[in-house]
C-alpha cells in the first residue's frame, strides 16, 4: 500500500513562507494529478493548487502569485511553495494525488495533513 506522507508545515509570520512537501513511500505506474487542499477551523476543505500530468498548474484566486505547486520525479515528491503568506492561509494543507499502480485501477491517494499557521 502506497502511502503520502507530509511535512513542511509550522508557524510563521504573516509575509513569511513555507515548503510543503508531499513524499510517496512507493511508486505508481503513472500519476494523474496531483493537488493540494486545505481545511480552516469550521470551513469546508478546499482545493488550492493541482498539477496535471501534462505539467499544467491551476491555483485559487486567493493564492495565485504567491503559491507555486511543482514535483520532483526523481523523489517522487510534490511541494507547495507558499509565499507572502497571510493569516487567513491558516489551515490543515493535505495533499492528494490520483494515481494508480501497475494492474489496478485509478485510485486517490491522501496524505495525512500538515498545520500550517500564520500568526503574528
Known amino acids: 500500500q502506497v502511502q503520502l506522507v507530509e511535512s513542511g508545515g509550522g508557524l510563521v509570520q504573516p509575509g513569511g513562507s513555507l515548503r510543503l512537501s508531499c513524499a510517496a513511500s512507493g511508486r505508481f505506474f503513472s500519476i494523474n494529478i496531483m493537488r493540494w487542499y486545505r481545511q480552516a477551523p469550521g470551513k469546508e476543505r478546499e482545493l488550492v493548487a493541482v498539477l496535471m500530468s501534462g505539467g499544467s498548474t491551476q491555483y485559487v484566486d486567493s493564492v495565485k502569485g504567491r503559491f507555486t505547486i511543482s514535483r520532483d520525479n526523481a523523489k517522487n515528491t510534490v511541494y507547495l511553495q507558499m509565499d507572502s503568506l497571510k493569516v487567513e492561509d491558516t489551515a490543515v494543507y493535505y495533499c492528494?494525488?490520483?494515481?494508480?499502480?501497475?494492474?489496478?485501477?485509478?485510485?486517490?491517494?491522501w496524505g495525512q495533513g500538515t498545520q500550517v499557521t500564520v500568526s503574528s
Open positions: 492528494n494525488w490520483n494515481a494508480r499502480r501497475l494492474y489496478t485501477s485509478n485510485s486517490d491517494y
